[in-house]
């Protein structure tokens, strides 16, 4: 009988990644967070007891139903919200508001349509007052990491949804950030530019010094971009787990099949369960006769 793998079960050369990975400095220090929310319902406990450590170039994803609290992990860590209690570290400073040292992408695109995507790189750079010269050839070397330097004249409305996230990136990526903060960015895409985007983001983290903290729902999309996955439970949001996974780099979307994906996949969905799994929908009380003339069964 042939042992069944477990999502725990490492090779030598993952193994020695992750302990090369630990080894490096620790690039956002998360240490006692706790958010709650007064809204006309009530009190709700959004996060609770969050301690986490991310290391330099680490990617981790965050996987958890929804209302489990990602996007207010995200915000808080973005400095747009600010924690009820605990503390944020971004080498080694603390998060006290908006900065330039994270980057953010979300799922609806975030590019100015009123400039052009050049313009748009251009933004944050120009802000910060560094001069248009530097700015116009870093944009160029920014949108040629992302593939869209034949597009730096274009409006965002002359792109496609994964063009536009792409100059998104760009955008983010231009302010030289430690950490992007990426809040389900391939959500709205097409299953297939979604896969094409994560081999994309995958490239351009091998060739950036960034780490990446990025959110989704979508089991696969984690285990193949992620270093470690932290699992969040719902009602008050707190860490459920933190999966290292164990599937070999550089990936690609064959390991889908490969049996570390496959035992990564079949824990987490054993951990995460799907909203209102407890409250399934009745169809008992369906007159059922008058749905159709056919006294048949389908089943
Ligand atoms: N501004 C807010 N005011 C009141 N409740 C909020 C606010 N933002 C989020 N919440 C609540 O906090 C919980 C977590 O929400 P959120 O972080 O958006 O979850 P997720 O992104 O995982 O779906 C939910 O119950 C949500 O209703
Ligand atoms: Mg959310």
Known sequence: MIASLSYKDQSPGVKARFDKLKARPKLLEISGLYKR?????????ALQDINLTVHRREFMCVLGQSGCGKST???ILAGLETPSAGQVLVDGNPVIGPGRDRGMVFQSYTLFPWLTVKQNVMYGPRMAGKSDFT?????????ALVGLDKFEESYPHQLSGGMKQ??????????????LLMDEPFGALDPQTRQQMQAYLLQIWKNVDITIFFITHDLDEAIFLSDRILVLDPRPGRIREIVEVPVPRPRDHEQIRSPEFLATKSHLETIIHPEDSHAKPSFDKLPIG????VNDSVE
């Not at 700015?135 to 949108?143: D, G, I, K």
């Open 37 to 45: 929310f007064h809204s006309k319902a009530g009190e709700v406990v």
């Open 166 to 179: 792409r100059a998104a990136i760009a955008r983010a990526l231009a302010n030289e950030p430690r950490i």
């Open 290 to 293: 008058r749905m159709t003339d």
């Open 135 to 143: 700015n116009q050839s870093e944009a160029r070397q920014w949108l």
């Open 73 to 75: 992990l995200i915000r």
